[in-house]
């Protein structure tokens, strides 16, 4: 077994990141580390976030990370990846222990796997979000002082980044204390498993027994769902009991999540009750200075002054067009002047015209985006072929047009020349592949996404 140094490690994957388009190593890469290295059997040993990304990793990436591997170990070396998940996480650093050679630092304890990025530094307070940071940063000072923390908010606007960011501080400040993230929707199928199984006793001591601190994602997933409701319920009174901090994030206000427990909404109502809402002009100026100072992207005061001023006010897709400028800047090079940057706008927000003025109607912008991505016109979507790949363009366009757009099914049909009945035929199919996480269907949904902008939306209702 060999221990690779930092400086050889660091050189590694230097290599690696060389080989790797920025926005994937962005987003796939943050959690891959080397956990040993055998000379005798030849192989290096990767250890990744989870089975997913191990996955992904694989399709998409299995053979460059085998010519590196090669390259940086020599021609016979082959590589395994690994992955760890909540419950792999103690056999994991055991075994390590046990052959001596643990490479990983242990870590704090965390019972699962938080997005490094999503810290509080990370995070740029300011109009719209200021108190919800404000509340966050307390509660991780100082878990248990107001219980529970409840965020709510639209989509993009930094809700997963504060709960994961009060999981990262309690970690750092206090070890000792166990975290615990998780999305609702896990909490519900950890739920149901446990029930088939059986082991819902494991269930609840995880849940009730073994965390300090509880976040919970994404909570209006629950919604009909009493079982799991109910089980929150007494999770939560069981926390809140011990004096143990629990914070939730939803798309709504307690009051809006329809047909919740009772008794769980007034609990609710009982903690602090906090809103992200759409960052104003200011807090959007300091997010693009704060990314394009962290990526070395430079860019002038006016264009910071009109991205701030035309870019949707989801941050995720302010992200998105960052991440678009930062690309254009390096491979082609342009520099970026105010004028540069309205026509790569142009290109990514199709709808935009030169002067950031809306031009097109949602039915354009959507069969232009999907031009784009599929490369079939408008006609040969609208028209009764069943090519295959025909076929699923046209399905994964109404699925936009239904729930990015918000089009109503009627307006849906008209577009495509389709009945009712089809159109939501076609937009339940893509929607369950889309969470099913279908790769490919995924990738489309977002590229069609990261073609259509909110504030044209908007402009046109
Ligand atoms: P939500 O959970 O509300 O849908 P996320 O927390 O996933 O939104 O945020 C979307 C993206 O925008 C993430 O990459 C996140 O880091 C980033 N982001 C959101 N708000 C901020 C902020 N105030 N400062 C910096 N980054 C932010
Ligand atoms: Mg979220």
């Known amino acids: 077994m060999t221990i690779l140094d930092s400086a050889q490690k660091k050189g590694f994957f230097e290599a690696l990141k060389n080989n790797v388009h920025p926005k994937h190593w962005e987003l796939w890469f943050k959690t891959i580390d ?34 590196i591997v090669k390259r940086y170990f020599g021609d016979d070396f082959s590589y395994i990846i690994d992955f760890y998940s909540a419950n792999e996480e103690k056999t994991r650093t055991s075994s390590a222990t046990e052959k001596n050679e643990p490479i990983i630092k242990k870590k704090p304890l965390a019972l699962s796997k938080l997005n490094t990025q999503y810290t509080f530094d990370k995070f740029v307070s300011g109009g719209g ?3 919800a940071y404000t509340s966050a940063y307390a509660v991780a000072q100082n878990p248990g002082i107001y219980n529970p923390l409840f965020i709510f908010g639209g989509v993009g606007l930094g809700k997963t980044h504060l709960l994961q960011a009060v999981g990262h501080y ?15 929707e896990t909490f519900m199928n950890e739920l149901y498993y446990s029930i088939k199984t059986n082991t819902v006793e494991k269930f609840r001591e995880k849940y009730r027994e073994k965390a300090d601190v509880l976040l919970i994602d994404d909570l209006q997933f629950l919604i009909g769902k009493a079982g799991a409701q109910n089980e929150l319920f007494h999770t939560f009174n069981h926390l809140y009991d011990e004096g143990k901090q629990i914070v939730f994030c939803s798309d709504r206000n307690p009051q809006d999540l329809g047909t919740f427990h009772e008794r769980l909404i007034s609990r609710f109502q009982m903690g602090l009750l906090t809103e992200v ?31 701030a001023n035309s870019v949707a006010n989801n941050i995720r897709k302010i992200y998105g067009y960052l991440v678009k400028l930062l690309l254009a800047n390096k491979f082609q ?3 970026l002047n105010v004028n540069t940057v309205k026509s790569l706008l142009g290109e ?30 408008k006609e040969e979507l609208r028209s009764a072929s069943r090519k295959k790949d025909l076929s699923e363009a046209r399905k994964i366009a109404m699925y936009v047009a239904s729930v990015n757009m918000k089009e109503q099914t009627v307006s849906i049909g008209e577009w495509f020349n389709k009945t009712h009945s089809s159109v939501n ?37």
């Open 34 to 67: 080397i956990s040993s290295i055998d000379d005798d059997k030849k192989v290096v040993k990767f250890v990744v976030g989870n089975l997913f990304i191990k996955d992904w990793l694989k399709n998409q990436y299995g053979n460059k990370i085998g010519q």
């Open 129 to 131: 979000n200021n108190f």
């Open 170 to 184: 309690v970690m750092e400040k206090a070890p000792h204390k166990k975290v615990l993230y998780v999305t609702s």
């Open 277 to 307: 809402s759409a960052p104003d002009v200011q807090t959007r100026e300091k997010i693009i200075r704060t990314y394009a100072e962290r990526e070395s992207l430079e860019l002038s005061e006016e264009v910071i002054n009109f991205l």
């Open 333 to 335: 090079g342009k520099g």
């Open 348 to 377: 990514i927000c199709p709808g935009i015209n030169e002067t950031g003025v809306l031009k097109m109607s949602p039915e354009n912008r959507l069969f232009h985006a999907a031009k784009k991505v599929f490369n079939y016109e």
């Open 425 to 461: 035929y076609s937009v339940n199919k893509i929607k369950k592949l889309y969470s099913d996480g279908n790769e490919k269907i995924v990738n489309y949904v977002d590229s069609m996404n990261s073609l259509l902008s909110d504030r044209i939306k908007t402009a046109e209702a």
